[in-house]
Nanobody
Framework: QVQLVESGGGLVQAGGSLRLSCAAS????????MGWFRQAPGKEREFVAA????????SYADSVKGRFTISRDNAKNTVYLQMNSLKPEDTAVYYC??????????????????????WGQGTQVTVSS
């Protein structure tokens, strides 16, 4: 079991930036495909971004492409989500998660939350207009 702890959420004005961090336990973090999802009140959990174990491959939801950047530091067992040009519709609880398979996966598997087997507790991001 991998423990994931998110941090970095908060309240920001539209157009502002935040960086989320997710610290993972375990000695095999560098083997994990990692992702970020978000869930707004009354809405389904949705895919935000994913990154391959070595960091060489990434995938983004169309709604955040060009504004958000996922990255990782395997020496620190940490994955990040840099969020720029934030919009009120980005308001949600953001979750860090580990994919059930290593390596990389086809897009449909990256975007399906059922394919992830460890989740953090979430961090709230609120963007005011």
């Amino acid at each position: 079991q991998v423990q994931l702890v998110e941090s970095g959420g908060g309240l920001v004005q539209a157009g502002g930036s935040l960086r989320l961090s997710c610290a993972a336990s375990g000695r095999t973090f560098s083997n994990y495909l990692m992702g970020w999802f978000r869930q707004a009140p009354g809405k389904e959990r949705e895919f935000v971004a994913a990154i391959s174990p070595g960091g060489g491959s990434t995938s983004y939801a169309d709604s955040v492409k060009g504004r958000f950047t996922i990255s990782r530091d395997n020496a620190k067992n940490t994955v990040y989500l840099q969020m720029n040009s934030l919009k009120p519709e980005d308001t949600a609880v953001y979750y860090c998660t580990k994919h059930r398979v290593g390596g990389w996966a086809r897009d449909a598997m990256l975007r399906d939350w059922n394919e992830y087997d460890n989740w953090g507790q979430g961090t709230q991001v609120t963007v005011s207009s």
